[in-house]
């Protein structure tokens, strides 16, 4: 008797929390209505300097997921084509149909995108809205909207995490050892040389000790004012800081060039040779007229191409760079900065 009290109590249990569970669900639209997005500015906008202060304005219809709910809207960016696999920011806000941003923060976030920033060109986007409730539900997007932004050139001013640690004297104030966030959405990245084995190293928010994160307990998961992050063999470490996740990754790397341009073709890489006062790596080496990559640890794990043509700047995954014509060069790479960049300097 016993056991079949239990079991009516556990079927009731069951039950019982299926219907909460589909209670729940049915509070969901079946059929949410996404945002519609207005771009009042047009189909093609110059931004000039002079207009620096001038806000640029983004208004949308609401979403609608089936009840009332706080809804967080961000009107995101990203270059036509790319499919929002960089999708930069614009405005934010919650529960309100409109958000403006500066003319120039607008253009902050668009001319790190153009291959040559002091001479800027058309950039063809893409924007939509993002609606989200919680974690828990998939977004809302409205249809994409596409729109010209030619920005004008100022010096680019990118969001930075300086990196304190035992191999620079535990200085957040250094302003060389820093990663930056290229699209200014909480993704950082860049390369330091850590000259001594075993560094321990910390992020922080500014040049101090008030806002910092460090790694405790799980690898690759950092904590406010958690412990230091210990690295391993002295080299040039690639840093990647997820900050909206709390997420972080390090990896020792060493270059190399690979290409049909080379004597041994893509099968055997021509390593380079880092230079800690410049912070480039170079090599000097005969090249015929064809084709070469860079590469991290002989892998195509991490490489790096020329997406604009022979531009000199560096896209992960790019294209093969030309060659221009066969000779002896010292190529140059050079990840130092916040845009990565090449020379093919013919001897």
């Given at each position: 008797?016993?056991?079949?009290?239990?079991?009516?109590?556990?079927?009731?249990?069951?039950?019982?929390?299926?219907?909460?569970?589909?209670?729940?669900?049915?509070?969901?639209?079946?059929?949410?209505?996404?945002?519609?997005?207005?771009?009042?500015?047009?189909?093609?906008?110059?931004?000039?300097?002079?207009?620096?202060?001038?806000?640029?304005?983004?208004?949308?219809?609401?979403?609608?997921?089936?009840?009332?709910?706080?809804?967080?809207?961000?009107?995101?960016?990203?270059?036509?084509?790319?499919?929002?696999?960089?999708a930069?920011?614009?405005?934010?806000?919650?529960?309100?149909?409109?958000?403006?941003?500066?003319?120039?923060?607008?253009?902050?976030?668009?001319?790190?995108?153009?291959?040559?920033?002091?001479?800027?060109?058309p950039?063809?986007?893409?924007?939509?809205?993002?609606?989200v409730?919680?974690?828990?539900?998939?977004?809302?997007y409205?249809?994409?909207?596409?729109?010209?932004?030619?920005?004008?050139?100022?010096?680019?001013?990118?969001?930075?995490?300086?990196?304190?640690?035992?191999?620079?004297?535990?200085?957040?104030?250094?302003?060389?050892?820093?990663?930056?966030?290229?699209?200014?959405?909480g993704?950082?990245?860049?390369?330091?040389?850590?000259?001594?084995?075993?560094?321990?190293?910390?992020?922080?928010q500014?040049?101090?000790?008030?806002?910092?994160?460090?790694?405790?307990?799980?690898?690759?998961?950092?904590?406010?004012?958690?412990?230091?992050?210990?690295?391993?063999?002295?080299?040039?470490?690639?840093?990647?800081?997820?900050?909206?996740?709390?997420?972080?990754?390090?990896?020792?790397?060493?270059?190399?060039?690979?290409?049909?341009?080379?004597?041994?073709?893509?099968?055997?890489?021509?390593?380079?040779?880092?230079?800690?006062?410049?912070?480039?790596?170079s090599?000097?080496?005969?090249?015929?007229?064809?084709?070469?990559?860079?590469?991290?640890?002989?892998?195509?794990?991490?490489?790096?191409?020329?997406?604009?043509?022979?531009?000199?700047?560096?896209?992960?995954?790019?294209?093969?760079?030309?060659?221009?014509?066969?000779?002896?060069?010292?190529?140059?790479?050079?990840?130092?900065?916040?845009?990565?960049?090449?020379?093919?300097?013919?001897?």
């Open positions: 008797m016993k056991k079949i009290t239990i079991l009516i109590l556990v079927l009731g249990l069951v039950s019982f929390l299926s219907c909460k569970k589909d209670e729940t669900k049915a509070t969901l639209s079946s059929s949410p209505n996404a945002s519609v997005l207005n771009l009042a500015s047009g189909a093609q906008v110059v931004l000039k300097k002079s207009d620096s202060a001038v806000l640029v304005t983004y208004t949308w219809s609401a979403s609608s997921f089936g009840q009332v709910v706080v809804i967080g809207y961000t009107v995101e960016m990203d270059l036509v084509g790319n499919n929002f696999k960089n930069i920011p614009v405005v934010q806000a919650t529960n309100v149909l409109t958000a403006s941003i500066t003319t120039w923060d607008l253009n902050q976030k668009i001319l790190p995108m153009e291959y040559d920033p002091k001479n800027p060109t950039m063809n986007l893409e924007f939509r809205v993002k609606a409730i919680n974690a828990n539900i998939a977004p809302l409205s249809a994409v909207v596409p729109q010209s932004i030619t920005p004008y050139f100022v010096k680019i001013i990118y969001p930075i995490l300086f990196v304190p640690g035992s191999y620079q004297g535990w200085n957040p104030a250094d302003s060389s050892t820093v990663v930056t966030s290229k699209s200014s959405n993704l950082y990245e860049g390369y330091i040389w850590f000259g001594i084995d075993n560094a321990l190293f910390k992020y922080t500014g040049p101090n000790w008030n806002t910092n994160w460090g790694d405790t307990g799980q690898k690759g998961i950092l904590v406010p004012g958690g412990d230091n992050i210990a690295a391993g063999l002295h080299g040039y470490y690639k840093l990647d800081v997820d900050l909206p996740n709390l997420k972080h990754t390090f990896l020792l790397t060493a270059w190399s060039l690979i290409g049909d341009a080379t004597s041994g073709g893509w099968n055997t890489d021509t390593d380079m040779t880092y230079d800690t006062i410049a912070k480039t790596w090599a000097t080496v005969n090249l015929s007229a064809a084709n070469i990559k860079f590469r991290a640890n002989h892998k195509w794990d991490l490489n790096y191409g020329d997406d604009g043509t022979n531009s000199g700047k560096l896209s992960v995954g790019g294209a093969n760079i030309a060659v221009p014509a066969a000779g002896n060069y010292t190529v140059i790479l050079n990840l130092s900065q916040p845009i990565y960049k090449y020379q093919l300097k013919k001897n």
